[in-house]
């Protein structure tokens, strides 16, 4: 277990979960993220630390991007990480990670933007917060109250959904 005051680190990278509507384009895409707030809201005590790496939707993520969020992941004095992701790379992302050590590292996403009243996001988000104080060093995907080891899951488009590999 995690001692309480070991602070967490939030790298945010984009997609759905920091998505906005943009009435004018008729269009969604990634904004500022609302990390802070979400926590805010939640009234989380525990130290964290935000640091964008991208504002992309997952889609758009390269392996150059990869690369970056590797970087800033094993730069991190943190050994504690959370990664919001859009969710139809997010194994993609974490299968780069796989390799870092000493670190225990949560993807989560949401399937509805943050800013929605009936997203998944803040529980997701809860979620990942739980799991990374309480996992074992690793990297692991959070989604739709399930926690995953991230070389095992695959995201299900049709039931979207992420389920274990099979």
Not at 1 to 6: I, N, R, S, V, Y
Not at 37 to 55: G, H, M, N, S, Y
Not at 105 to 130: Q, T
């Amino acid at each position: 277990m995690l001692p309480a005051d070991t602070p967490i680190l939030i790298l945010t990278t984009g997609g759905t979960i920091d998505k906005i509507y943009f009435d004018a384009l008729s269009d969604y895409q990634v904004g500022e993220t609302v990390m802070a707030k979400l926590l805010d809201i939640a009234r989380v005590k525990r130290p964290f630390r935000i640091e964008e790496v991208t504002r992309k939707d997952s889609l758009e993520l390269d392996d150059a991007d990869r690369a970056l969020i590797r970087e800033r992941a094993a730069a991190a004095p943190e050994s504690h990480i959370v990664i919001t992701h859009g969710t139809d790379t997010m194994t993609d992302t974490a299968a780069m990670l796989g390799d870092l050590r000493g670190k225990t590292i949560v993807l989560v996403g949401a399937l509805a933007p943050a800013r929605f009243g009936e997203s998944d996001a803040s529980f997701n988000l809860g979620m990942a917060f739980a799991t990374v104080q309480t996992a074992g060093p690793g990297v692991y995907i959070t989604m739709s109250g399930s926690v995953f080891r991230a070389d095992q899951v695959v995201k299900d488009r049709t039931k979207g959904a992420f389920v274990a590999r099979s």
